[in-house]
């Protein structure tokens, strides 16, 4: 069989026919493990059901009348990995919509480059971490262009975890010297899109459980916890046209973030032995968000980063809830409406995300591409020693596609 032929067989088919049957039978085994979850946890969800309240969007037409900002940006899935470095790229854009029709756009990109030493985890950190900042540059850039809303992808401070494990990372060929330098400029960046009010962040990927350390909260039991993220619960209830929020449950904005925690780690608190309450483990939880919050950003107020508000809405079924995270004074209804009024029925989100994140994506094999041309610019340099470059350039793992 041609190289060509395996490469367009299923990935299944690829592996020896043993391996392929082996994952046949762990596939079976999950099924019926998910199978014998899901039953159990039925009875477990209508009861949640029942304790939660949806409200439906209103409709809103004010943001025909708005300038809109969609901001988004993207960095390589993987890091190229050569013996002489490690070799990322990024970019970021946006699109200003007047309504629904485009009026501007522009885009922005870049080269990361570091040493092949030490952990690759904290090179492909700071790649995401510069790229988040060209992405915050790009919002407060258009703050500037008299614009009324704006959206950006992923949660205003969803950085945040692990910066501290490179806050002492030297950033080669970089204006910031160490991790914390850059991590500190994120922070003022993402503060200054929050405090104006006009932004709103689009949530996708959801890690919060706040809702199952709210029934914990409320019984003093895990007998409703469901070990489920927010955005799968919700899944299971909401209907089109609605949303849900937080804060209206919770009772104020940041107690999600608190919550979230007690779900967590309410098991590895609470014995009956000890009798140790439920309102001692989350004040427990509370001290141990503001503390990671500390170590990872450094000396911030840790209120300063926990104060957005956070809604879901369900645009469209059978496309999955996501989160809106803004300021809590903010025009949400507003941003709400547009949301519901101008989704992509086939993601569920606003369309015009669709079309900047489509616009600033990085394929998987560009960068592999963009150190090959980095390459040839050095082989045509006569002053070059051409088994050096060859040297520097040769794939780490010759065996693994990039």
Known sequence: MSVRQVETLPDWLKLPTKVQHQFFEHAEQEAQRTKTLLLEQ??????IHEMLRFQNVEQNDSWKNWRIAVVDGSDSPVLSERVGGRYGTYAAGYHIYEGLDLREEDYFSGAYVDDQIGSSEASQKVLQLVTTELERRVAVECLDKDV??????????GFRPRCRTIADKEIRYSKYR???????MLVALSQ???DSGKVCAIVKRIQTAAIDGWTIYKTGSQNLATRRN???LLASFMKKGEFFSYSEHFGSYDAYQYLSRLGWAFGRFYTTDTGRSVESIYEACKGDVERNIKSDLGDVDPRSILRTSRVYLRASYPAQPFALEVEPDSDLPSALAYCFATCNPASGLPI?????????????GFTQE???????????DPELDKFEIETRFSSLNPQKQE
Request: glycine share 6%; hydrophobic share 40%.
């Open 42 to 47: 039925k009875q477990k969800l209508d009861k």
């Open 178 to 184: 160490k991790g914390r330098d850059l991590t500190k």
């Open 352 to 364: 015009a995300l669709d079309l900047i994140d489509h616009d600033v994506g990085i394929p998987r």
């Open 192 to 194: 200054k899109l929050l």
């Open 370 to 380: 963009f150190v090959e041309e980095v390459e040839a610019n050095l082989a045509r």
């Open 148 to 157: 009324d809303l704006i959206l950006i992808d992923g949660p205003f401070f």
């Open 230 to 232: 927010d955005k799968e």
